[in-house]
């Protein structure tokens, strides 16, 4: 299985500064037939399922505000939040769709510093 | 819009088995992959099962593998988690989420199990 690792575990942002989170896949999940990274990134409120925010690593999901945005590719990627706001905090996940057993990383916690 | 609405949980005490449901519309079911994921409480997401759009081809985390069934009825816009053997750590937030070419994109607001004596 391919294992996602996020860094950091938990992470406190000041309102209006930018929040970085890393994702680092075990296997490389860039498809070399389409050129496409298959990783996405999910945001996750208290008491609500994932939200999906970004996939192929760098789209922005419909809706989704352009603070966001994902970067990187084969094993290395990012979750970018330009200027968070308070509504950000959730935790958030990367997820590897390269194969049919799909694995998520551990999660990363944004709060407000 | 894409609804998927999951049912089914409850408390069950180690060893016995739950089958969890999930109703979809909004979207054509019969042509979408879906998926099973769990949470467990205040923890992360575990990916547990997934079946194909016409239910011929299925794959599972090592974790459920024989002990779970993942199934679906077309014919009624309906997923299905068999659980059999249950123990204490599959106690979870149940989810089914739709899959895309792109992304696995809807989630439903998940069903609680509970395993517990």
Redesign the interface.
Known sequence: ?IVMTQSPDSLAVSLGERATINCKSSQNVLSKSNNKNYL?W?Q?KPG?????LI??AS?R?SGVPDRFSGSGSGTDFTLTISSLQAEDVA?Y?C?Q?YT????????TKLEIK | QVQLVESGGGVVQPGKSLRLSCAASGFTFGSHAM?W?RQAPVK????LA?ISYDGSQR????SVKGRFTISRDNSKNTLFLQMNSLRDEDTAVY?CVRGGN????Y????TLVTVSS
Request: glycine share 12%.
């Open positions: 299985d996405a999910y996750q609500q399922p994932p939200k999906v996939y192929w789209t999901e935790v996940y997820q769709h049919t057993q799909r694995t998520f990383g551990q999660g | 998926h994921v992360g997401l575990e990916w997934i794959y599972y985390a090592d989810y792109s992304v696995d994109d989630w439903g607001q998940g």
